[in-house]
């Protein structure tokens, strides 16, 4: 079983329900986040808190305490943080559908400098056909990235990023800014010259990231994200071509082509059936 396998099974059936109903209104477009809790060795969630489409900010202190008086958690039982990506502008970008720097940059750079072992979960809405009746629903899924220690993610660094020094990486100057390109498109840019997507890919290339699909009916109940389709919904080929384009590009400089994904290929990697 892979690390990020063993990670995703520590969650109680309860858990990933509540998983679903958090984000059952993706089409609201909040982002939603929760702490996870490890309960005798079972992960757990409290309470969701909700945001806008691209942002959401939580009081650390509050949010436990709002956890303990609900759930009866307490601060030592608090493991990691679980959020969720919605639609933006009614549709689904590809870029959404991984972790962003903001999502994963301070980890990096705490797991690097305290060789700490860092979880990360994210869940995002994935248009797809019903295995069952054919038709487009939606599906929420789990994007499971675990940093597991200096030595890994520096590995990982180095192969996704030959030219960035993993080492003078900062919270700061990891951090992507969108850029205006030649061609009159927008790209994503930060001062250390990392490109994420690819890092992250990386890393799944070495067991430390999978997606689950959580969503099919479970004991009869159909979650409004299954059955939500608006007209127009999908966007992100640009976004899927940039990243596929880099792939490439970092498979041709690099002799060790731990990755050789098409852009469809990029989007199922590590993609489980639907849980249970």
Same mark, same amino acid.
């Given at each position: 079983? %892979?690390?990020?396998?063993?990670?995703?099974?520590?969650?109680?059936?309860?858990?990933i329900?509540?998983?679903?109903? /958090?984000?059952?209104m993706?089409?609201?477009?909040?982002?939603?986040?929760?702490?996870?809790?490890?309960?005798?060795? =079972?992960?757990? %969630? $409290?309470?969701?808190?909700?945001?806008?489409?691209?942002?959401?900010?939580?009081?650390?202190?509050?949010?436990?305490?709002?956890?303990?008086?609900?759930?009866?958690?307490?601060?030592n039982?608090?493991?990691? =943080?679980? #959020?969720? #990506?919605?639609?933006?502008?009614?549709?689904?970008?590809?870029?959404?559908?991984?972790?962003?720097?903001?999502?994963?940059?301070?980890?990096?750079?705490?797991?690097?400098?305290?060789?700490?072992?860092?979880?990360?979960?994210?869940?995002?809405?994935h248009?797809?056909?019903?295995?069952?009746?054919?038709?487009?629903? /939606? #599906?929420?899924?789990?994007?499971?990235?675990? /940093?597991?220690?200096?030595?890994?993610?520096?590995?990982?660094?180095?192969?996704s990023?030959?030219?960035?020094n993993?080492?003078?990486?900062?919270?700061?100057s990891?951090?992507?800014?969108?850029?205006?390109?030649?061609? $009159?498109?927008? $790209?994503?840019?930060?001062?250390?010259?990392?490109?994420?997507?690819?890092?992250?890919?990386?890393?799944?290339?070495?067991?430390?990231? $999978?997606?689950?699909?959580?969503?099919?009916?479970?004991?009869?109940?159909?979650?409004?994200?299954?059955?939500?389709?608006?007209?127009?919904?999908?966007?992100?080929?640009?976004?899927?071509?940039f990243?596929?384009?880099?792939?490439?590009?970092?498979?041709?400089?690099?002799?060790?082509?731990?990755?050789?994904?098409?852009?469809?290929? %990029?989007?199922?990697?590590? %993609?489980?059936?639907?849980?249970?």
């Amino acid at each position: 079983m %892979l690390p990020w396998q063993k990670e995703w099974n520590k969650f109680s059936q309860e858990a990933i329900e509540k998983m679903k109903t /958090f984000s059952d209104m993706t089409h609201e477009e909040r982002e939603w986040m929760s702490y996870v809790y490890d309960v005798n060795g =079972t992960y757990e %969630l $409290g309470e969701p808190s909700y945001g806008t489409e691209s942002r959401i900010e939580v009081n650390p202190s509050s949010k436990s305490r709002q956890d303990k008086m609900k759930n009866g958690y307490s601060e030592n039982q608090r493991k990691w =943080t679980i #959020h969720g #990506h919605p639609l933006k502008d009614g549709k689904i970008y590809t870029g959404r559908q991984y972790f962003s720097s903001t999502d994963i940059c301070r980890e990096f750079v705490k797991s690097r400098d305290n060789n700490e072992f860092i979880v990360q979960y994210l869940v995002y809405p994935h248009r797809q056909k019903d295995t069952t009746t054919g038709k487009e629903v /939606f #599906h929420n899924r789990v994007r499971i990235l675990i /940093f597991p220690n200096r030595e890994a993610i520096m590995k990982a660094m180095q192969i996704s990023n030959p030219g960035v020094n993993a080492a003078t990486i900062t919270v700061e100057s990891g951090q992507n800014r969108q850029v205006a390109k030649p061609d $009159g498109g927008v $790209g994503l840019e930060n001062d250390s010259g990392v490109n994420w997507f690819v890092f992250q890919e990386a890393l799944g290339k070495m067991g430390y990231m $999978g997606i689950v699909d959580i969503e099919g009916p479970n004991g009869g109940k159909q979650f409004k994200s299954e059955g939500y389709v608006r007209t127009g919904n999908v966007l992100g080929f640009a976004t899927l071509s940039f990243i596929a384009w880099n792939l490439y590009q970092f498979n041709k400089k690099s002799k060790l082509k731990i990755i050789n994904k098409s852009a469809e290929e %990029l989007q199922n990697l590590e %993609l489980l059936s639907k849980f249970g």
